[in-house]
């Protein structure tokens, strides 16, 4: 006869090679979609010859995403320690399709708008994809995970920098018959996922640096990413550029230090950039070129012209969005299924309403808090719950964060990094007690 004192250890050894099995599953499967994301960015903006548009084929990025998605989400499947959280989210989106579907079947959206809103609750939800993803690896792994999206980061930021230096055309952040504002977004696909993209490989990096400190390379890392925010054009970037800083200086020294060291870092960049304005004939062209943009802006807007051009016009969006659901008895903002690829106003928070309903929206921001605000004072902890502040403000102001699926896995890993730090603060003083 077998010894049955042998079977429970048995199990567990079983049990222990199927988990590492599914854990390496999973974190190979994060290197090859990781790795490949660049080129496949890099081939769209090629195919498409940096055009924002054109055929769904060429989304070479979509393809890879979707594929890495999905492959996730199979190798979590197989381990069969998919948590409860993770089911509800499946619902929620699952829901939120539903809700497309019914649109669609009263007329509300054509065939190729329902793929489209589709794909877009598919990139709002793939962010919960990679954190039950991450969730799963030991500590090893996830750095090794977090040094390859940094690693990433810089081909991002380098292609934005060649792209100035070498004046390629389809790098360009603004196209048309006559370049009427300046800038680069490199391999990327749209400059606003380019800006989503460096806030939040800024705010990485930055947690980076709360971990382990400065040194010489994460130093040339931030200045890349900064020369990268300037040389990109947008508004977005250069106001998430100086955000993250903020969260970073919160949560290292506190606000009124920070609040110091702010303000003498801000005049120190504010004196550079017009040293550079003045002594650097090509900068000063494209900053007098994204002026004149401004300014004609600005001088056919209507009412309100200064959040027009803050804004970049999202608040007249916003108020042509308002009427057509004051036509509809605003059924939409209960039960969601508006179609926001015909009338996007380009602003998170007001889009993720209409898509999903403001009961489901708030049940997707519940989720999305806890993330990010985590019980714990040391630097990690107290960055996150920073920079979750930030994320907000950006996403509801400029949009393209959370509906973009290049900046996923990076806001992604930053809240896995943080609730590990949580858990482990916790264990410590459960252990104290």
């Not at 998170?348 to 009961?359: A, H, S, V």
């Not at 999305?368 to 019980?375: E, K, Q, S, T």
């Not at 004072?377 to 509906?403: I, M, N, P, Q, R």
């Amino acid at each position: 006869m077998i010894d049955s004192t042998i079977l429970p250890c048995d199990s567990k050894i079983r049990t222990s090679a199927w988990d590492n099995s599914s854990r390496t599953a999973i974190w190979l499967t994060l290197l090859v979609g990781i790795t490949l994301s660049p080129l496949a960015d890099f081939m769209s903006v090629y195919a498409l010859k940096g055009q924002v548009g054109g055929d769904i084929a060429a989304r070479y990025s979509l393809f890879v995403r979707g594929g890495l998605v999905a492959g996730l989400i199979v190798a979590m499947l197989f381990s069969g320690r998919v948590r409860l959280a993770n089911w509800r989210i499946c619902l929620l989106a699952l829901v939120v399709v539903i809700m497309s579907c019914c649109a669609f079947a009263f007329d509300e959206m054509t065939s190729r708008e329902f793929v489209e809103e589709v794909i877009v609750i598919a990139k709002v939800f793939s962010f919960f994809v990679y954190v039950a993803a991450l969730s799963q690896l030991k500590d090893a792994q996830l750095e090794k995970v977090e040094a390859l999206l940094l690693a990433t980061l810089l081909v991002y930021t380098l292609a934005i920098v060649a792209g100035a230096v070498f004046s390629i055309d389809i790098f360009r952040s603004y196209r048309g018959e006559t370049q009427i504002r300046a800038g680069y977004k490199g391999i990327i696909y749209a400059q606003n996922e380019a800006s989503a993209l460096l806030l939040s490989g800024l705010g990485l990096a930055f947690l980076h640096i709360v971990q382990h400190g400065w040194s010489g390379r994460r130093m040339v890392l931030v200045a890349t990413f900064f020369v990268a925010a300037f040389l990109l054009g947008t508004k977005g970037a250069l106001i998430s550029s100086f955000g993250v800083i903020a969260a970073y200086s919160f949560a290292q020294y506190g606000v009124l230090k920070a609040s110091v060291r702010l303000a003498v870092v801000v005049a120190l960049m504010v004196v550079l950039a017009i040293a550079i304005y003045f002594l650097m004939p090509s900068v000063r062209q494209a900053v007098d070129l994204s002026i004149q943009y401004f300014s004609y802006q600005s001088d056919h807007a209507g009412g309100d012209k200064i959040a027009t051009v803050l804004m970049s016009g999202r608040n007249l969006k916003f108020s042509n969005v308002w009427e057509d659901l004051s036509s509809r008895g605003f059924l939409p903002l209960l039960i969601g299924g508006y179609p926001t690829v015909r009338y996007p106003i380009e602003m998170d928070g007001p889009d993720f309403m209409l898509i999903m309903g403001i009961p489901i929206f708030c049940l997707y921001m519940r989720d999305l808090f806890r993330l990010y605000v985590r019980a714990g004072e040391d630097h990690v902890t107290s960055y996150g719950k920073y920079f979750f502040v930030l994320l907000l403000l950006v996403s509801c102001s400029a949009g393209h964060v959370l509906t973009s699926a290049i900046v996923a896995p990076y806001l992604a890993t930053i809240a896995d990094i943080v609730r590990r730090r949580s858990a482990g603060e916790l264990g410590v003083v459960i252990a104290q007690r």
